[in-house]
């Protein structure tokens, strides 16, 4: 399995994220007395990740992210994604009825469970989903011995 | 303890949203922005994974019901190593009051985002009076 090693850097921004903060700290300091307000932030964004015998593949929900809002990298064993979205101040005399979609930047790192080629790693960004390609060295690819006639 | 970001309303299925259609489907609910303004309505919903095509928008009275379809992007003999959201169709209802003109609603989608522009009637907006000095 993939080992989680972090949480977002920095607090997203979300509409009732305090509160949430804030409630998880009283009834959590009740019944988790280790559930201090802010030491519980929430995985962004949330990762799904499978392998084939060519490669390895994570992907990630970013909508209204652009490429170059983007960024990917692949450093020994571990690939880190860090990403931004600003959604912007509402102009004046707009009324805002519901704000539900957050903004900030993320950072998230996980560890890649066997050597990847990072030099040949691929990113495409499609409706708001970011697929990673990261293909396997050749020496971990499946080989399929022959067995001979005796 | 781990928390996801999106477990509170993506990770919500909904079977109740399909009453009588004599089986159980189920929804992701988008996470959506709602602003208003003197000339309407301006809802913008995260809808990753869905595509121009795949979405649709019904103006059934007074409620627009918006719905995107998603199709599975996980191979079905995939060897999962982390499995943390999951990937469905969206759905999730407006309803405004009597004062939008549903044929001038517009839709865009851009990244995943979908922006819906619902214009209001004209004898609903705020109509500015000029004061002349005499």
């Known amino acids: ?150 | 303890m781990t928390t996801y970001c999106n477990t509170d309303t993506r990770a919500i299925r909904r079977a109740s949203d399909a009453p009588g259609q004599g089986k159980s489907v189920s929804f992701f609910r988008p996470e959506v922005d709602v602003y208003e303004d003197d000339a309407g309505f301006r809802i913008l919903a995260d809808v990753p994974g869905a595509t121009a095509d795949s979405i649709e928008l019904d103006f059934d009275g007074d409620t627009l019901t918006l719905t995107a379809r998603v199709p599975q992007r996980t191979p079905e003999s995939a060897r999962m190593l982390l499995a943390e959201h999951q990937v469905g169709d969206y759905r999730r209802a407006f309803r405004f009051d009597h004062s939008v003109n549903k044929d001038a609603a517009a839709a865009e989608f851009v990244n995943g985002v979908l922006t819906v522009t619902v214009p209001k009637i004209e004898s609903a907006r705020t109509r500015k009076v000029p004061i002349t000095i005499g």
């Open chain 1, 1 to 150: 399995m993939l080992t989680l090693l972090n949480r977002p850097t920095m607090e997203l921004t979300r509409p009732f994220a305090e509160f949430d903060r804030l409630f998880d700290g009283l009834v959590g300091a009740m019944t988790r007395p280790w559930a201090i307000p802010g030491w519980q932030t929430c995985l962004f964004p949330t990762l799904n990740a499978w392998h084939d015998d060519k490669a390895m593949y994570v992907e990630a929900e970013l909508p209204g992210f652009r490429v170059e809002d983007i960024d990917v990298s692949v450093r020994g064993e571990e690939l880190t994604v860090r990403g931004r979205r600003e959604i912007g101040q509402a102009p004046e005399g707009t009324n805002v009825i519901r704000q539900e979609r957050w903004s900030g930047e993320f950072e998230r790192t996980i560890r890649l469970p066997f050597p990847v080629e990072a030099d040949n790693m691929t990113a495409t960004l499609k409706d708001g989903v970011l697929t990673l390609t990261l293909p396997k060295p050749a020496e971990i690819m499946p080989r399929k011995i022959r067995v001979k006639q005796g």
